[in-house]
């Protein structure tokens, strides 16, 4: 481990800090400013297997299950720190001149950023997939930077994180957005986690070593119809469609065999010294298809769990299919982790800076 990694992990708030959290799904990004170190003061998720996971691992934490059109946030003004969520991506109307707040009048960005409004947070954070970025030719993440400025927020450049960087063994890229309120960006300076030169493997992710103090525990998982398992095991490790013989192409592909493109996700076996390509809301669909390295199946609900650096004794409640969509849509909780890690390296210098005056 570097010397810079080392120092990485070793921030800690010097002072309480508070955060609020929007669209918390199963709790990742949460879960990752909770270590390092932010005290959450409230949770918004309309799902309500995501929030019946949430209280059964944190009963102490205020949930509110319901949509966030009917949340009024006006109590938390000016009494927190980092707000935080991760909207969903809907393209805007464009009827306005201004493209900014109204503009995006219907949409979850719009409830986001009303309850920033009532809040004035110090810091906003939000995230989403990379498509955000050509999402609309580009329109959607322009008024986004728009409604941004007129919130009295100075955005920091956005910037993709690759999971990979941040000791989470997955492919997964998301796109960040901090904004510092305008009245304190002399005092408050933002910057991005350094990355761990260390990348995990699906060997780190689901054996003892590093990242884990042991073995990944049973679960339940899916399984595949008999004539799936018997394609799937002709495929090697980290291969795909294309390693199966011409004509089992041809059956499992059907009418995909004559179009183009690489469809690399379609049969897919991951490999023990590779991270996990991106996990989706279901292991065993045929566009994204994630089967086991050695074993013949789909991942199953812990070993998702574990891909997305969940600690093995965070629970998950609903179905199958609700654990593995839960899972799916989760920030990385290490991704999490090291984005609140700079969240609070920017806080701490603030408070040394008003203490030194």
Same mark, same amino acid.
């Given at each position: ?38 005290? @959450?003061?409230?949770?918004? =998720?309309?799902? %309500?297997?995501?929030? #019946?996971? $949430? ?7 205020? *949930? ?60 906003l954070v939000g995230e989403n ?7 609309? @030719?580009?329109?959607?993440? =322009?008024?986004? %930077?728009?409604?941004? #400025?007129? $919130? ?7 910037? *993709? ?159 199958i299919s609700q654990q593995y ?33």
């Amino acid at each position: 481990m570097s010397d810079a990694w080392q120092m990485e992990l070793s921030t800690r708030p010097i002072q309480s800090y508070t955060s609020i959290e929007l669209f918390a799904g199963a709790g990742g990004l949460a879960l990752g400013l909770e270590k390092a170190g932010f005290e @959450n003061l409230l949770l918004n =998720e309309v799902d %309500k297997y995501a929030c #019946a996971t $949430l209280r059964h691992n944190r009963p102490n934490w205020n *949930v509110i299950e319901q949509s966030i059109s009917n949340v009024d946030f006006t109590a938390y003004l000016d009494k927190v720190d980092v707000l935080t969520g991760g909207f969903p991506c809907q393209a805007f109307s464009y009827a306005g001149k201004g493209r900014g707040f109204e503009d995006t009048r219907g949409t979850m960005f719009f409830e986001f950023a009303r309850a920033v409004k009532e809040v004035q947070p110090k810091v906003l954070v939000g995230e989403n997939v990379r498509g955000l970025l050509n999402h609309d @030719n580009g329109r959607t993440l =322009e008024t986004i %930077k728009h409604t941004i #400025a007129e $919130l009295g927020y100075v955005l920091v450049p956005e910037r *993709v994180l690759k999971a990979i960087h941040y000791d989470v063994p997955q492919k997964r890229e998301r796109i960040l957005l901090v904004a510092i309120r305008q009245d304190l960006v002399d005092v408050l300076k933002f910057a991005w986690p350094i990355a761990n030169t260390r990348i995990y493997t699906m060997r780190d992710a689901l054996k003892k070593g590093d990242l884990f103090d042991c073995d990944v525990p049973f679960s339940e998982g899916q399984a595949y119809p008999k004539r799936k398992k018997e394609i799937l095991d002709m495929v090697p490790a980290g291969g795909y469609w294309r390693d199966l013989p011409d004509d089992v192409q041809r059956e499992y592909m059907k009418a995909s065999y004559f179009l183009g493109g690489g469809k690399t996700g379609m049969a897919r076996r991951l490999s023990w010294d590779e991270p996990s390509l991106t996990l989706t809301c279901a292991p065993a669909q045929n566009q994204t298809e994630r089967c086991h390295p050695t074993e013949t199946r789909p991942l199953t609900v812990r070993e998702y769990a574990r891909i997305q650096t969940f600690p093995d004794d965070w629970a998950f409640v609903g179905s199958i299919s609700q654990q593995y969509k839960q899972i799916g849509n989760a920030v990385p909780v290490n991704l999490a982790f090291a984005v609140g890690r700079s969240l609070v390296r920017m806080l701490n210098h603030a408070v040394s800076q008003e203490n030194a005056a």
